[in-house]
């Protein structure tokens, strides 16, 4: 038997609302010239973020960014219940000797570059059930950090194939909470690991659009929705290459969603002057840009409705080397402005 | 405002039972030769499963585990609505490529060798909160993967000091259900990322001991409890070395809990004939003795509560390279055979 909560196979949607009561976006020097500079909370022009590694710096990133979005919520680290948080760093190094001082009870995750959405996900439905009034939600990515861990050493030099992504130097953190906010969290759709059997570790978008693409259907079954009913269906980084096959595999289904979709990837680098290739990705590049450009559009009434679809490729150099392929995931979050008839005061 | 739900500063009592419908465990050759031998499902004799290689035979590990305790619960894997799971492997291949075929939503967890506990708590959160009738939890570990990605290549034969651990080669597969079951989960007390600046990967034990004494002292705070409430207070994988220091940490708190303290590492492998030195660790480690000794103990009432708390230390080869510490994480889980007034028909 299900309750109300259950949406169809795959989908909660929340009864009462959980606010994103505030949200904050660090980047690095070469986000900070993208199209999005003006959107982010601070751009740090050392990519070490002073630290003597990328991998310290990616944690004081998470530490200063998720000190920030409670700051902005005029909250302490005190007043967080549950910390959700994931990196793309074996074993989370740059999400636990981030947020150690925080001493804030901690789920860590993992879901690629999907993580934001696994945290977001995860967190409203805490905040949402009443086992706390307050959470943080947090992911982060650094360009540094992965390539060394996914890649080449960047002192090799490599050449990248235009199928390939530049991953972000960037964290996202968002504070949610039951009491109060101008954004809020409706439903979640979360995602299957799926595998197309592609094995191009340097076309990450091809391995995660139809991970995306599964995901997005299953959302429009669950909740009786189309296209149409989002502003944007925003997609975390499956660059040019990602989203083609996304926009196809769609049209495939039945849904054109080439009009409304976007794609985190395609908007944080400037396609012409930066030269990225494919685009941007990165649990970073997800975050920040919600962090920053769509909460801030949603707060002003220039969105009002959009599904957040944070992409992630299970890429690993071990089952890479060993042969196999890169299955994808990705978690949907629907976010929308608080409604009027809600509105306090 | 805290609602009924949150008990103290890090821990939820639910309100109306979890119950683990079924449980399995599949463990490799030298776990079949320790002494909790008879309390698993399967033994296999081939650490590889029939794969090409360790991570390989993980995954298989992991679906088997699963399919199993899906069998035993008269479920099938599209019963299943939500699966919440990680291991030791960067990017959580084992349970990637483990689940892939099932096309159950997936959560991917990491909390090291702590993810039983993990997958545990927020799996029994989904299911008492009304999200899902029905959930999967499982954690998996092997020696082979492990030593390959955190220390030495098998080959190399390096010696091992006495304080070292070995990796179980195992998996843990729960179906949380609040429908039925003769054992269930009443309440969970979260851990945080506790750094005592221990740098020795070779002990982990004293990595994660403070972890486990942090959340255990919470949890007797939050639920107004002490050692007597508990017919075993059950470490993940602490071994010798750890369980003293834990001990030691909880006697400077106010609590002896020497005589109810049981760890799994110290369980799962014959100190005089297997030679393991510390004991046994990994995911694998705890959540194969719930899933078999434990559970089967609650179930014929030899035991009635018990307060399992896998255990984590967060290594990584990076960050150890870069000088940095092993910090430490554990979740606790109230694991009680059901009640009898409550029982059914």
């Known amino acids: 038997m299900n309750t109300s909560l259950q949406v169809g196979k795959q989908s909660i949607a929340f009864e009462k609302p959980v606010y994103i009561m505030s949200s904050a976006s660090m980047v690095g020097p070469k ?3 993208g199209p999005l500079r003006d959107t982010f909370d601070v751009v740090v022009q050392d990519a070490t973020f002073g630290a003597d590694s990328w991998e ?6 998470m530490k200063e960014t998720s000190l920030l979005a409670l700051r902005k919520a005029k909250l302490k680290p005190e007043d967080i219940r549950y910390l959700f948080a994931g990196d793309l760093l074996g074993q989370l190094i740059a999400t ?9 009870p901690l789920f860590g995750l ?8 696994e ?17 943080l939600a947090a992911a982060s990515s650094h360009f540094g950090g992965a390539e060394k861990q996914f890649r080449f050493p960047l002192e090799y030099g490599n050449q990248r194939p235009m199928s390939s992504t530049w991953t972000v130097t960037g964290c996202g953190a968002f504070v949610l909470s039951k009491e109060y906010g ?5 439903g979640i759709t979360t995602g299957k690991v799926v595998d197309y059997g ?6 990450m978008g091809a391995c995660m659009a139809p991970a995306a693409a599964d995901v997005l259907y299953q959302h429009f079954q669950d909740f009786k929705r189309n296209p149409k009913d989002y502003d944007w269906i925003v997609t975390g980084d499956l660059g040019k290459v990602g989203k083609e096959i996304l926009c196809k595999l769609m049209l495939d289904q039945g849904y054109d969603i080439e009009t409304v979709h976007m794609d985190c990837g395609m908007e944080i680098y400037d396609d012409v002057e930066q030269d990225t290739h494919s685009g941007g990705s990165g649990c970073g590049c997800s975050a920040v840009t919600l962090a920053g450009k769509l909460i801030q559009e949603l707060k002003v009434g220039k969105l009002n409705r959009i599904l957040f679809i944070p ?3 299970l890429l690993s150099t071990v089952s890479y080397n060993e042969g196999q392929t890169v299955p994808g995931i990705a978690h949907a979050v629907v976010i929308e402005r608080r409604k009027k008839e809600e509105k306090v005061g």
């Open 56 to 61: 310290e710096g990616e944690s004081q990133m």
């Open 31 to 33: 986000e900070g010239e």
């Open 311 to 313: 992409t992630g490729a």
């Open 110 to 117: 993992y879901g690629a570059c999907s993580t934001a959405g």
């Open 119 to 135: 945290a977001l996900s995860l967190g409203a439905m805490t905040v949402h059930a009443g086992y706390a009034d307050t959470v």
């Open 198 to 203: 592609v094995k191009d570790s340097l076309n």
């Open 182 to 186: 101008e954004v809020q969290i409706s």
């Open 96 to 104: 636990t000797f981030g947020v150690v001082d925080f001493n804030i």
